[in-house]
């Protein structure tokens, strides 16, 4: 069953497409945003509610192919039907939302999740129990403190590329069970782990320590991206005649792919990318010290007078 995980993520696609600057987009004659009109007006308005940043997530859409999928977003509602096929509907099409995992994944889940959820149950109940011990204990002349770590398990590309293809096709399985309207179909795919970085191969076969003049330096990620892994794309590409575009979020914002153009994108990608994990730790930290109550009363009072 959908719940608020899905509507945050397509939120989070809508505020990408429709603000600038975290503004919403507005016709500066009448000053309505997107919020403001009706799905008749969208097309003569889209001019103004549309950020023009869209053009640096937006990868082989020609203009009908943008006003096709700005459009879908716009008139996108939840399924009244939640515990079905897809997560959101509009006229002419769908939009269906899941989540993929560059760790090790078992019959239990995602290891990455497990292992960050039993961390986030370590810090909360360690904080309850500092929280006891302080206020029993109080400290008035030194700073305590006390810190939790996690370090990300096991993530490879190889593991991502497991995770979204399984979840895709399982996916595709229940679009061909779907009965309703499937002619502009939208995959959201979220990938919100800071996991890997990518860098293009450009100079691997190059002789070391010769030069390269001003010729142009390798892309380089530190997070990944769909819209620069070979692999993924000619196995997206499969699917160009069922699905017209993926939404794919991720820690570095978002991109939005056609399928039918990814042979075009593959042309500007003559190099392969190196996709490698990453050494992340996370740190949770709490501080304490203590105040005497009289001089807490003292501020508060001094603190009220005028």
């Known amino acids: 069953m959908r719940g608020e995980q899905e509507k945050q993520c397509l939120d989070l696609v809508k505020s990408k497409m429709f603000s600038s600057d975290g503004k ?8 309505k945003s997107y919020l403001d009109i009706s799905a008749a007006e ?5 001019i103004w509610l549309v950020s023009s940043d869209c053009r640096k997530f937006y990868f082989g859409l020609t203009e009908e192919d943008r006003i096709e999928f700005e459009t879908s977003l716009f008139l996108a509602k939840p399924n009244e039907n939640e515990s079905k096929f897809p997560d959101f509907v509009f006229e002419n099409g769908f939009i269906e939302h899941f989540q993929i995992t ?3 994944t078992t019959r239990k889940g995602a290891t990455h999740k497990k292992e960050e959820r039993q961390f986030e149950e370590r810090v909360s109940k360690g904080k309850e129990q500092l929280q006891q011990e302080w206020n029993e204990t109080p400290s008035y002349t030194e700073i305590r403190s006390r810190s939790w770590e996690f370090s990300n398990p096991e993530h490879s590309h190889e593991y991502l590329k497991e995770s ?3 979840v895709w096709k399982h996916h595709i399985d229940s679009l061909h069970k779907y009965s309703g309207n499937k002619e502009v179909g939208i995959f959201l795919v979220e990938y919100r782990e800071f996991a890997l970085a990518m860098i293009e191969q450009v100079y691997t076969a190059w002789i070391n320590g010769m030069s390269q003049g001003d010729m142009r330096e390798e892309e380089k990620f530190k997070c990944y991206r769909l819209s620069r892994d070979k692999d993924m794309l000619n196995f997206l590409y499969q699917y160009k005649d069922e699905i017209g575009y993926v939404v794919f979020v991720c820690c570095d914002g978002l991109e939005v792919i056609r399928l039918k153009n990814i042979p075009y994108l593959l042309k500007l990608l003559p190099w392969d990318f190196l996709v490698y994990p990453l050494v992340v730790n996370q740190k949770a930290s709490v501080y304490n010290i203590s105040v005497p109550g009289n001089m807490s009363m003292e501020k508060d009072f001094n603190d009220g007078t005028t």
């Open 24 to 31: 919403l987009q507005r016709n500066p004659f009448t000053g």
């Open 42 to 46: 969208f097309l003569t308005e889209r």
């Open 102 to 104: 560059s760790s090790k």
């Open 164 to 166: 979204f293809q399984s």
